[in-house]
């Protein structure tokens, strides 16, 4: 290509100052002279050229390839029903197609779903992989998809390009689908109370009616029949502190495109309004004040205390009026409010006839109903006196065998509670011997049930735990924790054992000894499975879409296994083993690939129209796929017939050379400039012979 350029000598000002003049010049001269002046301004002209260094410019160019990209849609809602399947063999039909389109480079551009809630973003993926090309060199862009874009642009002229958009979507027209979705859910509850939760159910293609289900940590609460896009409310009472998985589900639709919105799970933490303590001493000792420094130090923790400090068997002659202390309220506390407290706590507490023994029966039902018990024995214990001759032996876990050991002894975490969340990794109780502080009194008991978990001298059992219908029982067989919080012999973690018992009682669910848990970070699943046993049950994991694994769990303490993975897929995952269940969310809880999965082709029309592309379903109606031929189409604003889209081609092209021949300089110009000079003597000279 062969073109003319000039680079001044001098500034473009002066030249233009210097044409005007000759300009000027040249008139005057030919007025005056007639028009053999001409010449001498043809030679003044060529000096001002001369000043403008023109030159011939060869360009040796190449036509350069046009870019087509082809955006592949791989989000989560691509892999419904038969759609990865379309989309493959589409993106190899077009790949096949774009091949043989001469002068076409074609970029493949692969679009996952993002770490966050973002949605399908294949035009920011477009706008990346056309960073680095001309806005001119871009002939179209195909986009393979679902349909449900979440980036869609508001004009055409936000592509930074001017080419067409055809959208190639997957799925079918007739696609039906069901999705449950939470209106309201708290996050936090009281403990005891109900919290209501608000859910709406939508249908396609179904009946109207579906089947709703309300589990909370795996026990079904509620089943009834609903109305497809009508708002519910549901109670769910809140069992216990700490995190209540409740999981609402509807009914499969049969031939839906997927079963990983049938469900929706909300963790609602439960939180104790106050923990209702009763402490019951029986007489006062050194270690009465430990128990009550410990509850009174929790702000959490609503205390009742009473000592006996008067037996019935006393008399000595003093007068009630004259007595400071006041009447045991043994019915007000047993039988009248008994069911306001969560924990009922006997310290070194004898059967003195102060309690009838419906009390005690009150006491029975009220574990069994899910209430709390600790007995914290002494020597009564061994005696005819002891509670376990009372109707609360049918709850404690031991028998005493009249034994008191009164002699310095080291407690120790037995092999069951090295396994058992309450005694696990005491502080100083990994060494051997412990590195805590001798007691010095333990109470002989036959154990019948529930699981030792610290034992005393000669290994006899010291602390038991039992579940005991509802709720819970804890039997210390020694009263002298106390030498702990004294610091005797260096003292030991007196408030980390009392602190973990008690929210043990409270059914914590850390402090479980069967429990399933699981949490996620990034796209990493942790799971952990906690069990008394020598190993654990199969994990089994179910992901979004349906696939169910087994994992390999491995000890990481013991009676503690973990396992870890990566998810494969953005969704709600569910865990079972045995009778545990438990929910992980990898990304967001309601991720929007899942509010609505039915393929569209209404969202990219717009663009599409804009840039005088189409857009279309690959599916066609015998079942196989439709993909239409590709061709340029060089003028014209529309790109798309009923079988074909149009690429934009464009004259772009690559500078291999330049080759520049100055015309103002060297002997050429010299010469040339010397002939008209001459020329102008000679007519100039012919002129004056004639005069």
């Known amino acids: 290509m062969l073109s003319l350029s000039f680079s001044p000598l001098v500034p473009m000002a002066v030249i233009y100052g210097l044409a005007v003049l000759v300009v000027i010049a040249a008139v005057v001269a030919i007025i005056a002279r007639g028009l053999t002046a001409a010449v001498r301004a043809l030679a003044l002209a060529l000096l001002l050229a001369a000043l403008a260094n023109p030159a011939l410019v060869q360009e040796n160019r190449e036509k350069a390839k046009d870019i087509v990209a082809l955006v592949v849609d791989r989000s989560g809602s691509q892999q419904l029903g038969d759609r990865r399947a379309q989309t493959d063999a589409a993106v190899k039909a077009l790949e096949d197609r774009l091949s043989q389109v001469p002068d076409i480079e074609t970029r493949v551009v692969d679009v996952t779903d993002g770490s966050g809630d973002d949605g399908t973003r294949l035009f920011t993926a477009l706008g990346r992989s056309l960073a680095d090309v001309p806005a001119e060199r871009v002939a179209g862009a195909l986009m393979v998809t679902d349909g449900v874009v979440h980036d869609i642009p508001g004009s055409a002229d936000q592509l930074g390009f001017k080419a067409p958009i055809h959208g190639l979507i997957t799925g079918r027209p007739d696609e039906r689908d069901r999705r449950v979705a939470l209106i309201e859910a708290p996050r936090f509850g009281i403990v005891g109370r109900d919290q209501m939760l608000r859910v709406q159910t939508f249908e396609r293609g179904g009946t109207g009616t579906m089947r709703l289900t309300v589990r909370r940590d795996g026990q079904t609460l509620l089943t009834r029949d609903v109305v497809a896009g009508a708002p519910i409310s549901v109670p ?332 494969p897929e953005l969704g709600l995952y569910r865990l079972a083993s045995g009778d545990l269940t438990a929910f992980v969310s990898v990304g967001p809880e309601n991720p929007k690939e899942l509010a609505d999965v039915f393929s569209d082709t209404d969202r990219l029309e717009p663009i599409a129209t804009a840039t005088g592309g189409s857009v279309r379903r690959v599916a066609s109606a015998g079942g196989g796929l439709d993909i239409p031929r590709i061709m340029t189409v060089s003028s014209g604003s529309r790109f798309a017939g009923s079988d074909w889209i149009g690429l934009k081609p464009s004259d772009s092209a690559i500078i291999r050379g330049v080759t520049v021949v100055p015309l103002g300089l060297g002997f050429a110009g010299l010469a040339l400039l010397a002939g008209v000079v001459l020329a102008a003597w000679l007519v100039e000279g012919r002129r004056t012979r004639r005069a």
Do not use: C
Not at 538 to 551: A, C, D, F, H
């Open 236 to 567: 769910v009472r809140i069992e216990h502190g700490g995190p209540n998985i409740v999981e609402v589900e509807v009914d499969a639709l049969p031939g839906e495109l997927t079963t990983a919105n049938n469900r929706t799970v909300v963790t609602i933490e439960g939180v104790r309004d106050k923990l209702r303590v009763l402490l019951v001493s029986g007489e006062p000792h050194p270690g009465e004040r430990t128990w009550r420094n410990l509850l009174k130090s929790d702000a959490n923790v609503d205390l009742v205390h009473f000592t006996i400090l008067r037996p019935p068997e006393k008399q000595d002659g003093t007068p009630i009026n004259e007595l400071s202390l006041i009447a045991f309220p043994t019915r007000a506390l047993f039988q009248q409010r008994i069911k306001d407290f969560d924990l009922i706590i006997f310290d070194r507490y004898a059967n003195q006839s102060v309690l009838p023994s419906i009390y005690y029966d009150n006491i029975v039902q009220f574990v069994q109903d899910g209430g709390a018990l600790l007995v914290a024995a002494g020597p009564e214990f061994a005696g005819p006196a002891s509670l376990a001759r009372t109707s609360l032996g049918e709850v404690l876990p031991a028998e005493p065998d009249g034994r008191v050991v009164e002699r310095p002894f080291r407690a120790a975490v037995t092999n069951t509670g090295q396994r058992h969340p309450v005694t696990r990794n005491l502080p100083g109780g990994n060494s051997n011997p412990p590195a805590w502080g001798d007691w010095l009194r333990l109470l002989g008991a036959d154990v019948h049930g529930g699981s030792v978990v610290m034992s005393g001298a000669d290994n006899s059992p010291l602390l038991v735990l039992q579940r005991e219908g509802k709720g819970r029982v804890a039997l210390l067989l020694s009263d002298h924790v106390w030498l702990w919080a004294r610091g005797f012999e260096n003292g030991g973690p007196q408030v980390d054992l009392l602190r973990r018992l008690a929210h043990w009682m409270m059914k914590e669910p850390e402090l479980e000894e069967e429990a399933l848990r699981a949490s996620s970070r990034g796209n990493t699943i942790t799971v952990e499975r906690q069990t008394m046993a020598d190993q654990p049950p199969p994990v089994r994991l179910t992901s979004p879409s349906g696939q169910e694994s087994e994992l390999v769990m491995r000890p990481s303490e013991p009676g503690l296994f973990t396992a870890s993975l990566t998810a």
